[in-house]
């Protein structure tokens, strides 16, 4: 395919911890416009994977190409200046600060005049503003964003940590286990809202144990085994079945038909 459309690539990365070898020369490729889950058996290296792309640990072999051109992440601060948001399954949200304080933490608004600057007095109102209007904008149904998170469900917390990804992404979205903790009606909300962050533009990774909700969900899948990319696969041909069974090399890439491969 056209390296036009990858929009995020690695080569060959490794990552050793010891004698471990948690990534032994995987390959990874993001479409633009898509949702591609990563899958792989419990020491398969996703997420050793999943921190070289957000900048959570730094490949010891390798390299990362973002819009074609080489990057190096030495920190999650710099794949964030980059434009890549990660939601982690831990939501790192503060429950006692309101939905709109959450959405700019740490990137809060300042007021624009001398004393604001001097200061460094929050402009409340414009955080607030732009925080209704992004929820808005993904059709995230909050009574009010004055209201503290630690009066939400754990569908909608999910909601707000995965709006402050989207509304600050500028070229991926990183989603880690977004649906782990949650009861079925909040996990399809958040999924839902998964698909608007696709819609909007930003192509989203997406790390998940839930095999159904991969399958509802992903483009595509890549498959990680022992360190490497096994292959990727199209979820719209390939059976749940057949892609565990490669998942926990029962069965080889050689043996799908080509049209499972994507």
């Known amino acids: 395919m056209?390296?036009?459309?990858?929009?995020?690539?690695?080569?060959?990365?490794?990552?050793?911890?010891?004698q471990v070898t948690a990534l032994d020369g995987t390959d990874f490729e993001l479409r633009a416009g898509e949702i591609l889950a990563v899958i792989g058996d419990n020491g398969a290296g996703k997420s050793s994977l999943i921190k070289a792309l957000s900048g959570a640990t730094v490949p010891d072999e390798g390299e990362m190409l973002l819009d074609g051109q080489p990057v190096q992440f030495r920190s999650p601060i710099d794949a964030r200046r980059a434009g890549i948001e990660t939601v982690y399954q831990d939501l790192a949200v503060a429950p006692a600060m309101t939905?709109?304080?959450?959405?700019?933490?740490?990137?809060?608004?300042?007021?624009d005049n001398p004393i604001g600057r001097l200061l460094r007095l929050l402009d409340k109102?414009?955080?607030?503003?732009?925080?209704?209007?992004?929820?808005?904008?993904?059709?995230?149904?909050?009574r009010s964003m004055t209201q503290a998170v630690e009066t939400l469900s754990g569908?909608?917390?999910?909601?707000?940590?995965?709006?402050?990804?989207?509304?600050?992404?500028q070229h991926v979205v990183i989603?880690?286990?977004?649906?782990?903790?949650?009861?079925v009606k909040e996990g399809n909300m958040v999924l839902e809202l998964i698909r608007r962050v696709r819609d909007k533009g930003l192509p989203v990774i997406l790390i998940s144990h839930n095999m159904p909700h991969v399958f509802?969900?992903?483009?595509?899948?890549?498959?990680q085994r022992l360190g490497k990319r096994a292959t990727v696969v199209n979820p719209h041909?390939?059976?749940?079945?057949?892609?565990?069974?490669?998942?926990?090399?029962?069965m080889l890439p050689e043996e799908l038909p080509e049209a499972a491969l994507a």
């Not at 569908?155 to 992404?169: D, E, I, L, S, T």
């Not at 509802?216 to 498959?223: F, K, L, S, T």
Request: charged letters at 20%; hydrophobic letters at 50%; glycine letters at 8%.
């Open 2 to 18: 056209s390296s036009t459309n990858l929009v995020m690539q690695a080569k060959g990365l490794v990552k050793r911890y010891g």
């Open 99 to 111: 939905i709109a304080e959450n959405l700019f933490l740490g990137r809060e608004i300042i007021k």
């Open 125 to 142: 109102k414009a955080m607030l503003e732009q925080a209704v209007q992004r929820m808005q904008e993904l059709k995230v149904g909050i």
């Open 155 to 169: 569908g909608q917390r999910q909601c707000v940590a995965v709006a402050r990804a989207a509304a600050f992404a």
């Open 175 to 183: 989603m880690d286990e977004p649906t782990a903790a949650l009861g």
């Open 216 to 223: 509802e969900i992903a483009d595509r899948i890549h498959i």
């Open 237 to 250: 041909v390939i059976s749940m079945s057949d892609t565990v069974a490669v998942m926990t090399g029962a």
